[in-house]
């Protein structure tokens, strides 16, 4: 029972354009979510997070969107850089201070000039 | 940054030998821990929770005998592959929870020949 999907496994984007990578999960009880960048053979790097009580959150170049009504969140990137080249994760709790991480299957995020 | 230190990075054992993993917290306290395992183009899967001082919470079809996870102080959990089998050969990662993210080490590549 996969309880966050990521239905893109993969994304080519242009260089200085906008990437969107989208999650939908299906367990209602779920209040906070995160994403993930990663390299193979490498452990996961945060990126972001969004609590529940916020439909969107802003650092830097990455934007999350949360909608809790069709349980559904993604994450922007603008402008694109070939750096930002990597498989992406959403992962989502139940409780923000002590619960584990259920993750999404992943989308591997291409950035080409 | 928290930085969660993780070795070995790669390890290659014989089948039926026994292998153990490490994870550390450097500059703070872990009372939870979480292991993953990852194979090739999939997700992570969680395996266990281990809290400091008492027994692992398994997941649903993680062998406990198989895989044992020891967090005996605040800083350091280990995960020991007991009798491994080629069909343990995966990816391997931790993770602390720090705030806002989560923490990951940067894996251990085992494989069983």
């Known amino acids: 029972d996969q309880q966050v999907k990521q239905n893109s496994p993969s994304l080519s984007v242009q260089e200085g354009r906008i990437s969107i990578l989208n999650c939908d999960y299906t367990?209602?009880?779920?209040?906070?979510f995160l994403w993930y960048k990663k390299y193979p053979a490498e452990g996961p790097t945060f990126l972001i997070s969004i609590s529940s009580i916020k439909d969107k959150n802003e650092d830097g170049r990455f934007t999350v969107f949360l909608n809790k009504s069709a349980k559904h969140l993604s994450l922007h990137i603008v402008p694109s850089q070939p750096g930002d080249s990597a498989v992406y994760f959403c992962?989502?709790?139940?409780?923000?201070?002590?619960?584990?991480?259920?993750f999404g299957t992943g989308t591997r995020l291409q950035v080409f000039p | 940054g928290a930085v969660v230190s993780q070795h070995p990075s790669r390890v290659i054992c014989k089948s039926g030998t026994s292998v153990k993993i490490e994870c550390r917290s450097l500059?703070?306290?872990?009372?939870?821990m979480f292991w993953y395992r990852q194979f090739p183009k999939q997700s992570l899967m969680l395996m266990a929770t281990?809290?400091?001082?008492?027994?692992?919470?398994?997941e649903q079809g993680v062998e406990k005998d198989k895989f044992l996870i020891n967090h005996a102080s605040l800083t350091l959990s280990t995960l020991t592959v007991t009798s491994a089998h080629p069909e343990d050969s995966s990816f391997y990662i931790c993770?602390?929870?720090?705030?806002?993210?989560?923490?990951f080490g940067s894996g251990t590549r085992l494989t069983v020949v």
């Open positions: 993770s602390a929870r720090t705030y806002p993210g989560y923490t």
């Open positions: 500059d703070f306290q872990a009372t939870t």
């Open positions: 992962a989502a709790s139940t409780n923000v201070n002590t619960d584990k991480l259920i």
């Open positions: 281990s809290n400091e001082g008492s027994k692992a919470t398994y």
């Open positions: 367990n209602s009880m779920f209040d906070y």
